[in-house]
């Protein structure tokens, strides 16, 4: 396998050979314990030759998390490269503290920059506190600071890059239950009050750590149809960026394999929710 770099459509970079690598393979045929279906092949040893090219790159993937710091940093020449396809960034007025260091990062002051540079903001409501886990305080806190966070995104009327309200994040081990009651009651609550006062911005969801699929149907139960909106497609400024593609990843529901009307469910950071 060779490493390139490029994007859809347009030319590969330059090949960078890397050396032959063994990687030793469980019984299961996967390296990790529980899997099925897979016959045991006679040589246990999985040898890769990532110097041998297989074919031109025929899909690629940009985006950041908590990529950008406020209007300025990073600089734009560093971002236009990436040609970044969204950011997921934290509340507006956001209060988040990750390792200690000060709250940085707000979806609206951070628009402006990811617009520049090509991409689309999914603001990411719950990092308005400042813990992570998120500390639960009570249900008129959090409603009350939904409500701040959707009046002031509708009061910057300047910024059109918004793609997405993420309601929540782990909900699987980041919400309280005991204190907060079922996530799910609690996802259509939140979500009913942002579509109070916006009924336009799709909501991302449900950012599980991993693909859960009782999370998933669930989002479109408790409120009937129209209860979970896809997430947009934007295409970035300029004539040579590729188009855009869907942010977000086909999943089983109740009425066909996308559930009703070709809905779909988020997945937020790379690899997980």
Not at 106 to 119: I, N, S, Y
Not at 121 to 142: G, Q
Not at 251 to 256: A, K, L, W
């Amino acid at each position: 396998m060779t490493t390139r770099t490029g994007h859809p459509g347009g030319p590969a970079g330059s090949a960078r050979p890397r050396p032959a690598l063994a990687v030793p393979v469980a019984e299961n045929g996967f390296g990790t314990p529980g899997g099925r279906g897979i016959a045991r092949a006679a040589d246990s040893t999985l040898t890769v030759r990532a110097e041998e090219a297989t074919g031109p790159v025929t899909r690629a993937a940009s985006g950041g998390l908590y990529a950008l710091r406020d209007n300025s940093v990073p600089a734009d020449s560093l971002l236009l490269p990436l040609r970044m396809h969204s950011v997921t960034q934290p509340a507006p007025r956001v209060g988040r503290r990750p390792n200690g260091q000060p709250p940085g990062g707000d979806a609206l002051v951070t628009a402006p920059k990811a617009d520049r540079t090509g991409a689309a903001v999914i603001i990411r409501m719950p990092d308005i506190y400042p813990d992570f886990p998120y500390r639960w305080v009570s249900w008129s806190d959090w409603l009350g600071r939904v409500d701040l966070q959707v009046r002031d995104r509708l009061a910057a009327t300047a910024v059109s890059n918004i793609e997405g309200w993420e309601l929540w994040n782990e909900p699987d081990w980041t919400w309280d239950t005991s204190a907060a009651g079922p996530f799910n009651d609690g996802w259509t609550r939140t979500f009913r009050r942002v579509r109070e006062l916006d009924p336009v911005t799709p909501i991302v969801g449900p950012s599980t750590t991993h693909y859960r699929r009782d999370y998933i149907r669930h989002r479109w139960k408790p409120a009937g149809p129209g209860l979970v909106r896809r997430a947009g497609r934007r295409r970035p400024p300029g004539p040579a960026r590729p188009p855009a593609g869907p942010r977000a990843m086909p999943v089983p529901g109740p009425r066909g394999p996308r559930g009703p009307r070709g809905r779909r469910a988020w997945r937020g950071s790379p690899g997980w929710g």
